[in-house]
């Protein structure tokens, strides 16, 4: 499976953008997307997760209520929908695919085996 980021950008603080990861073939319905970012200087970190068949999805906390993931089926994405963005968020952020993953796990960056390219987020205040 490879995996196609896209929908970064340069945003004023307060702004929205939504990123699409573009997978190059059907994912199973035991399949979990998810997207990390890496800010820089950090370590990659966990932002969300929606696993493909059920729509479960999870957030780090600090895009709770701020951040949507969600999936589309006819296109075959996994969309982040981000608002009320802080400078905070500025990033690199990546998709990453997995069909192993379980939700002990869908946190860490080393259970997923597929990753996208990337695409910058920046966020200025």
């Known amino acids: 499976v490879q995996l196609q980021a896209s929908g970064g950008g340069l945003v004023q603080a307060g702004g929205s953008l939504r990123l699409s990861c573009l997978a190059s073939e059907r994912t199973g319905s035991n399949w979990r997307i998810a997207w990390f970012r890496q800010g820089p200087g950090k370590e990659r970190e966990f932002v969300a997760v929606l696993r493909w068949d059920s729509s479960r999805t999870a957030y780090t906390d600090s895009v709770k209520g701020r951040f949507t993931i969600s999936r589309d089926k006819a296109k075959n994405t996994v969309d982040l929908q981000m608002n009320s963005l802080k400078p905070e968020d500025t990033a690199v952020y990546y998709c990453?695919?997995?069909?192993?993953?379980?939700?002990?796990?869908?946190?860490?960056?080393?259970?997923?085996?597929?990753w996208g390219q990337g695409t910058q987020v920046t966020v200025s205040s």
């Open positions: 990453a695919a997995g069909r192993t993953v379980i939700m002990s796990n869908e946190r860490n960056v080393a259970a997923y085996h597929y």
